[in-house]
Nanobody
Framework: QVRLVESGGGSVQAGESLRLSCAASGYASEFYAMAWFRQAPVKHREGVGCTSHGGYTAYYATSVKDRFTISLDKAANTLYLKMNSLKPEDTAMYYC?????????????????WGQGTQVTVSS
């Protein structure tokens, strides 16, 4: 059974940083991609970025480029999202997700497994 558990969310002031973690278990293959999505109230779920076991990384939300960094610790089966210079518009529930393919995609429907989410709140 695949399990994804996010942590690291919280409430911060604009300009501060957070690092989210996603611990994955139960998936016994090197054939996968993992991604971060976020969803603010009354908005659609938005792809933040994705990385694959093969080393490919892509960022989908233009507003996070040069501020957010995705990384994958393969040995620890943990996905990270380092978020710098946070803005109030980054406030959302952040979800970790996995798909059994090395191809990244920004469409949430293409991901098979999801974590429960971790809340990030940025105040001005």
């Amino acid at each position: 059974q695949v399990r994804l558990v996010e942590s690291g969310g919280g409430s911060v002031q604009a300009g501060e940083s957070l690092r989210l973690s996603c611990a994955a278990s139960g998936y016994a293959s090197e054939f996968y991609a993992m991604a971060w999505f976020r969803q603010a109230p009354v908005k659609h779920r938005e792809g933040v970025g994705c990385t694959s076991h093969g080393g490919y990384t892509a960022y989908y939300a233009t507003s996070v480029k040069d501020r957010f960094t995705i990384s994958l610790d393969k040995a620890a089966n943990t996905l990270y999202l380092k978020m710098n210079s946070l803005k109030p518009e980054d406030t959302a529930m952040y979800y970790c997700t996995l798909r059994p393919s090395r191809a990244c995609t920004a469409e949430p429907v293409n991901y098979n497994y999801w974590g429960q989410g971790t809340q990030v709140t940025v105040s001005s």
